[in-house]
């Protein structure tokens, strides 16, 4: 018996969109990973480099990539874990107004 090609089979309209969804969520958690990383790196970096450290009142200098990274990263967690897909809504919409008919 040879052995079926996942590319082979085609895929019901269902089967795609959850394929979409773990393909977002899976980035999302890749994306998630490295920004920890990478950001645990420059607090580090901040941490033991005590020239970096500016006057008693100003910000640490990771602060802003944390800030601004963070936040595309949470928009990119919503993104991928609510229902406020646009392609999900658009099929829901669509599945609404077709039960209408």
Partial sequence: MQPVS???V???VRDQQLWRIARSRTKFQSHLLIFLIINA???LLYAFTPDSHGGRHELPWPVWTSLFWGIAVLFQ???AYSGLNSAERTQREFERLRAQA
Wanted: hydrophobic residues 60%; neutral net charge; charged residues 0%.
């Fill in 41 to 43: 790196g420059l607090w």
């Fill in 10 to 12: 085609p895929l019901s």
């Fill in 6 to 8: 996942l590319t082979a």
């Fill in 77 to 79: 967690g919503v993104a």
